[in-house]
């Protein structure tokens, strides 16, 4: 249930993008006033500021109405934290750090700052506020389970019939295309010189002419960091899909669909550098049922996913709710003076 609540209060607060900060008035003329336990400023400069990095970050300009809502998110962003600070509901910088570090962890090795930065943008995260960002994430998980754990736990389970109808619903999307079952040999060109292809072609023959003279693919695979190239450890599922020309490319799409089982291929050439692969198997497409596995070799049945996305509509149904209400709250309780037009 955690994780739930966490992934939804990203979603819902991720979308407001905002990151507002106490304001004096010698940052502008102000646009609004917010009082909870404490009076803060909302100037316009600093407004104006934070819908120019809004429009940069969405490629969109911001309409009358929607910087109106925009103004009225960053007010409910002012009371959420005064709530926090009138409550006692804190949250450790370690524990901040804690979860940058998760997050960063799960990211490409020797990612750098630039990607990760460009990373955060797709996820509506400006760079300079990630660490702002997931600390709110945190006060608002540690609201929601100390003041709605119960209501949450409350919640009826999803039922047979609702994985059953919602099933039913979806059927037609459930279907899993042509599968060729892979074992992969590669070479990875490290730029697009003329020499480095000419290398990786020489490293493949190599390779192609050992298994002519009778070595296993295996054996080829278990010496690949010792060879100079790279092996897949596990078989790799390719589906017959225009997703999968777009990631690998028409050569090793048609290479993998025209080889039968237990054939390899010539070694072949594109853009990312050079391949020999050999087909294991092929599943032909199929209806998925609904204990059958989301993906080939991947844990997760079909079954598994519809109770976790229905359970996750109910909890965020439920969490929408707490937090409009929780609001209206708020600014019953809050004094707020609009001194502008946004």
């Known amino acids: 249930m ?19 900060q106490a304001l004096s008035t010698s940052l502008g003329n102000p646009l609004a006033t917010v009082k909870l336990v404490k009076t803060e400023v909302i100037s316009d400069k600093f407004f104006k500021e934070e819908v120019q990095k809004l429009e940069k970050l969405t490629g969109q300009t911001l309409t009358a ?12 962003d ?15 910088d370690g524990e901040v750090d804690s979860i940058i570090a998760r997050v ?12 990760f930065s460009a990373f955060l943008a797709s996820q509506g995260i400006p760079f300079d506020q990630f660490k702002t960002y997931y600390k709110k994430q945190l006060l608002v998980q540690r609201w929601l389970m100390t003041s709605k754990a119960k209501e949450i736990a409350a919640i009826a389970p999803v039922s047979a019939a609702d994985v059953l109808a919602y099933y039913e619903l979806k059927k037609a999307e459930l279907i899993r295309p042509d599968t060729a079952v892979l074992s992969v ?14 290398k990786g072609a020489a490293l493949m023959k190599r390779l192609s002419e050992r298994l002519a003279k009778g070595e296993s693919f295996d054996a080829l695979r278990f010496a690949a960091k010792e060879g100079g190239y790279e092996a897949t450890n596990t078989p790799e599922y390719f589906a017959r899909s225009e997703a999968s020309i777009a990631q690998f490319g028409k050569a090793f799409y048609d290479m993998a669909f025209s080889l039968k089982n237990g054939e390899h291929s010539i070694p072949f050439e594109t853009s990312q550098g050079w391949w020999i692969i050999k087909r294991l198997d092929f599943l032909a497409q199929k209806q998925l049922e609904l204990g059958d596995a989301i993906r080939p070799g991947q844990p997760g049945t079909v079954q598994d996913l519809i109770s976790q996305e229905l359970a996750s509509q109910k909890e965020n149904a ?9 609001f209206a709250q ?13």
Request: aromatic share 14%; net charge positive; proline share 2%.
């Open 2 to 20: 955690r994780k739930l609540i966490f992934t939804f209060v990203a979603c819902f607060f991720g979308s407001t993008l905002v990151f507002a």
């Open 104 to 115: 960063r962890a799960q990211r490409p090795a020797g990612e750098s700052d630039a990607q």
């Open 65 to 76: 109405d929607q910087r109106k809502s925009y103004l009225e998110d960053i007010i409910n």
């Open 330 to 342: 708020l600014r019953k309780q809050a004094e707020i003076v609009y001194k502008g037009t946004p």
């Open 318 to 326: 439920f969490i929408q709710k707490a937090f409009i209400d929780l």
């Open 78 to 92: 002012k009371l959420f934290y005064q709530m926090c600070e009138r409550d006692g509901i804190k949250v450790s």
């Open 185 to 198: 040999l590669f070479y990875r060109f490290k730029d697009a010189s003329a020499a480095e292809r000419e």
